[in-house]
């Protein structure tokens, strides 16, 4: 962290951050600290609802039958001495954690699952308690829909976190919070700073530093991508009949901005009845109990297309997810066919999914016509930039012996010992025959295999032929016609989701 900086921020209105988290855990009257919390966090934090709720679970520490927490917690601070070390700090904060994960058992039937979902529940307010009883170890936790900020900021500040547990981890899961108060323990001793000092970093200076909620949300929306299923109930907190009004859903980690988000309402009448867009990525929230999360606004109801319509369509009842009856609805891809067509069912003509790649026509005379006219065109369309990937790539194999790779090699990572690329796409003028594609696979085999590629692409003036590492670039590769990809929607998508540079 810049001293500079930082004290620069604290001579001016972050030295008021720290005196407003010192009050909280000195004074006995939290009567203002919620709203106060709510207002400071709106900066990052794009939900109404959520800063209601938070706001809601916090009033509790008002609660005038709450005196005997007032009382533990002075007993608490009373004894709580900063730590001597890193390990003594690691063993009392594991102390508190596995008598509280033990009550959360004890009060949930002893399973794993649902104590962590009452723990992610209360999340908010079992932390600020926690951080009350023992400032120097823990943090209140108030990133509740937003771990990707906290995520950025740790990048940003050098703090290592642990690898995310699975989700089906609970416990695993519930056990990340004391991790990742641990590693900000030791951030915090490192940079010489309070408790309260680290809670204005987290939830003030950090998040100006990176730009709030321009980090993540975006306002003009790109073109849509794809399309996804969400499903809800009529009566959740997070529905508004404000087109403007933003929140988080459980949806696909895939998401991207702009796409498309087809609500599914499950009663009292279960059928398609809203489309949103996403406006922020999708992304992993450990503490959110469906795990996977965006941010979705710019709602419009459309006509409602009800489950036993679906199931009795021609073309929708083929759906996986449909002759599920919609259960698990939650993040399941459409193709673009797919939307466009239950768009039109929904008397939406204008809502469609349209992107394909258009690339230019010939003349081909030799394989650079290949790389300008289709290649090029193609990567740009994927969202590559020139500076994204190479040409012309020379490899030092050791003993003075190196190898060049001719074509593309997208997004290369080399150092003295290790090579990486996402993909390795080799040009060539027409291929006429077997014998030439399958020459043309094992030259660009051997080279994806050098880098450690995920997808080795051989392209000519006709077709592109992808192949994957997942089953070591094998011959029963996926390809497409140019044409294809320049009229057929769902063969676009189906490139863009192995060779998109969001991947």
Same mark, same amino acid.
């Given at each position: 962290?810049?001293?500079?900086?930082?004290?620069?921020?604290?001579?001016?209105?972050?030295?008021?951050?720290?005196?407003?988290?010192?009050?909280?855990?000195?004074?006995?009257?939290?009567?203002?600290?919620?709203?106060?919390?709510?207002?400071?966090?709106?900066?990052?934090?794009?939900?109404?609802?959520?800063?209601?709720?938070?706001?809601?679970?916090?009033?509790?520490?008002?609660?005038?039958?709450?005196?005997?927490?007032?009382?533990?917690?002075?007993?608490?601070?009373?004894?709580?001495?900063?730590?001597?070390?890193?390990?003594?700090?690691?063993?009392?904060?594991?102390?508190?954690?596995?008598?509280?994960?033990?009550?959360?058992?004890?009060?949930?039937?002893?399973?794993?699952?649902?104590?962590?979902?009452?723990?992610?529940?209360?999340? $908010?307010?079992?932390?600020?308690?926690?951080?009350?009883?023992?400032?120097?170890?823990?943090?209140?936790?108030?990133?509740?829909?937003?771990?990707?900020?906290?995520?950025?900021?740790?990048?940003?500040?050098?703090?290592?976190?642990?690898?995310?547990?699975?989700?089906?981890?609970?416990?695993?899961?519930?056990?990340?919070?004391?991790?990742?108060?641990?590693?900000?323990?030791?951030?915090?001793?490192?940079?010489?700073?309070?408790?309260?000092?680290?809670?204005?970093?987290?939830?003030?200076?950090?998040?100006?530093?990176?730009? =709030?909620?321009?980090?993540?949300?975006?306002?003009?929306?790109?073109?849509?991508?794809?399309?996804?299923?969400?499903?809800?109930?009529?009566?959740?907190?997070?529905?508004?009949?404000?087109?403007?009004?933003?929140?988080?859903?459980?949806?696909?980690?895939?998401?991207?901005?702009?796409?498309?988000?087809?609500?599914?309402?499950?009663?009292?009448?279960?059928?398609?009845?809203?489309?949103?867009?996403?406006?922020?990525?999708?992304?992993?929230?450990?503490?959110?109990?469906?795990?996977?999360?965006?941010?979705?606004?710019?709602?419009?109801?459309?006509?409602?297309?009800?489950?036993?319509?679906?199931?009795?369509?021609?073309?929708?009842?083929?759906?996986?997810?449909?002759?599920?009856?919609?259960?698990?609805?939650?993040?399941?891809?459409?193709?673009?066919?797919?939307?466009?067509?239950?768009?039109?069912?929904?008397?939406?003509?204008?809502?469609?999914?349209?992107?394909?790649?258009?690339?230019?026509?010939?003349?081909?005379?030799?394989?650079?016509?290949?790389?300008?006219?289709?290649?090029?065109?193609?990567?740009?369309?994927?969202?590559?930039?020139?500076?994204?990937?190479?040409?012309?790539?020379?490899?030092?194999?050791?003993?003075?012996?190196?190898?060049?790779?001719?074509?593309? $090699?997208?997004?290369? $990572?080399?150092?003295?010992?290790?090579? =990486?690329?996402?993909?390795?796409?080799?040009?060539?003028l027409k291929i006429r025959t077997q014998q030439q594609l399958?020459?043309?696979?094992?030259?660009?085999?051997?080279?994806?295999?050098?880098?450690?590629?995920?997808?080795?692409?051989?392209?000519?003036?006709?077709?592109?032929?992808?192949?994957?590492?997942?089953?070591?670039?094998?011959?029963?590769?996926?390809?497409?016609?140019?044409?294809?990809?320049?009229?057929?929607?769902?063969?676009?998508s189906q490139l863009r989701r192995c060779l998109g540079y969001?991947?």
């Amino acid at each position: 962290m810049n001293e500079y900086i930082w004290q620069l921020y604290l001579k001016a209105e972050g030295q008021q951050v720290v005196d407003q988290f010192e009050h909280l855990v000195s004074s006995p009257d939290w009567t203002d600290y919620p709203t106060w919390l709510t207002n400071l966090i709106r900066s990052y934090c794009p939900s109404e609802s959520v800063l209601e709720e938070l706001n809601v679970e916090l009033s509790v520490l008002s609660d005038p039958d709450f005196p005997d927490f007032l009382t533990q917690i002075r007993q608490e601070q009373s004894r709580m001495q900063e730590p001597a070390d890193e390990a003594a700090a690691e063993e009392l904060i594991n102390l508190e954690m596995n008598q509280l994960y033990q009550d959360y058992l004890d009060q949930n039937s002893q399973s794993k699952q649902y104590a962590f979902e009452a723990f992610s529940e209360y999340m $908010v307010l079992e932390t600020t308690m926690l951080a009350l009883k023992h400032p120097q170890l823990f943090i209140p936790y108030y990133f509740r829909f937003n771990y990707d900020l906290f995520s950025d900021i740790t990048q940003a500040f050098g703090i290592e976190l642990p690898v995310l547990p699975a989700k089906k981890d609970y416990e695993g899961r519930f056990f990340l919070y004391p991790q990742i108060c641990l590693a900000l323990y030791k951030f915090r001793k490192a940079a010489q700073l309070t408790p309260c000092e680290l809670w204005a970093f987290l939830y003030d200076y950090a998040p100006r530093y990176l730009g =709030h909620k321009r980090q993540y949300l975006l306002q003009e929306l790109p073109e849509a991508q794809s399309a996804y299923f969400i499903g809800s109930a009529p009566n959740d907190i997070f529905l508004s009949d404000d087109p403007d009004y933003i929140a988080p859903w459980q949806c696909s980690p895939d998401t991207k901005a702009g796409d498309w988000i087809v609500m599914y309402m499950k009663s009292p009448v279960s059928a398609v009845n809203a489309v949103w867009r996403s406006v922020s990525t999708g992304f992993i929230d450990p503490f959110f109990y469906y795990y996977r999360c965006c941010y979705i606004s710019k709602h419009k109801y459309i006509k409602a297309v009800a489950l036993d319509t679906l199931k009795h369509d021609p073309v929708l009842s083929a759906m996986t997810i449909v002759r599920k009856n919609m259960q698990g609805v939650n993040g399941v891809e459409l193709q673009p066919s797919q939307f466009n067509y239950l768009m039109r069912l929904a008397e939406q003509p204008e809502t469609q999914l349209s992107a394909v790649c258009e690339t230019l026509n010939g003349p081909f005379k030799q394989e650079k016509d290949v790389e300008k006219l289709r290649i090029r065109p193609l990567l740009e369309r994927l969202g590559y930039s020139e500076s994204d990937y190479k040409q012309q790539l020379c490899l030092i194999l050791g003993n003075h012996q190196s190898t060049l790779i001719p074509d593309f $090699v997208l997004r290369p $990572v080399i150092d003295p010992e290790h090579y =990486h690329a996402f993909a390795v796409v080799e040009a060539k003028l027409k291929i006429r025959t077997q014998q030439q594609l399958t020459d043309a696979q094992r030259q660009v085999r051997g080279y994806a295999k050098l880098l450690n590629a995920q997808y080795a692409v051989v392209a000519d003036e006709d077709q592109l032929w992808l192949m994957a590492s997942a089953d070591d670039y094998s011959d029963s590769q996926q390809n497409w016609s140019w044409g294809e990809l320049a009229h057929n929607a769902d063969a676009y998508s189906q490139l863009r989701r192995c060779l998109g540079y969001e991947r």
